[in-house]
Nanobody
Framework: QVQLVESGGGLVQAGGSLRLSCAVS????????MGWFRQAPGKEREFVAG????????NYADSAKGRFTISRDNAKNTVYLQMNSLKREDTAVYYC??????????????WGQGTQVTVSS
């Protein structure tokens, strides 16, 4: 069984930064790609960033490019999302997920419970 637990969310002013963490338990962490998704109220869940199992490949949604950075530490079974220059429209619940590399949520089979990020003006 694989369990994912996100942390690091909170309230931040526009222009500020947050770093989200996702701790993964289970033997399959190193063999899985990881992704961050988010869901704002009244909107569908959307892809934010993804990283391959070895960390050599990453991809980002257009809204995240240049501001967010995904990384992973396989020794710690943890994936991170560094978010800089935050905007009000970044406000959402952020989820980490494990699965196949890419932006399609259906390709991910394990999900965390989510962490709230709120950006104030």
């Amino acid at each position: 069984q694989v369990q994912l637990v996100e942390s690091g969310g909170g309230l931040v002013q526009a222009g500020g930064s947050l770093r989200l963490s996702c701790a993964v338990s289970g033997r399959t962490f190193r063999s899985g790609s990881m992704g961050w998704f988010r869901q704002a109220p009244g909107k569908e869940r959307e892809f934010v960033a993804g990283i391959s199992w070895g960390g050599s490949n990453t991809n980002y949604a257009d809204s995240a490019k240049g501001r967010f950075t995904i990384s992973r530490d396989n020794a710690k079974n943890t994936v991170y999302l560094q978010m800089n220059s935050l905007k009000r429209e970044d406000t959402a619940v952020y989820y980490c997920a494990r699965g196949s590399y890419g932006s399609d949520p259906s390709a991910y089979d394990y999900w965390g419970q989510g962490t709230q990020v709120t950006v104030s003006s």
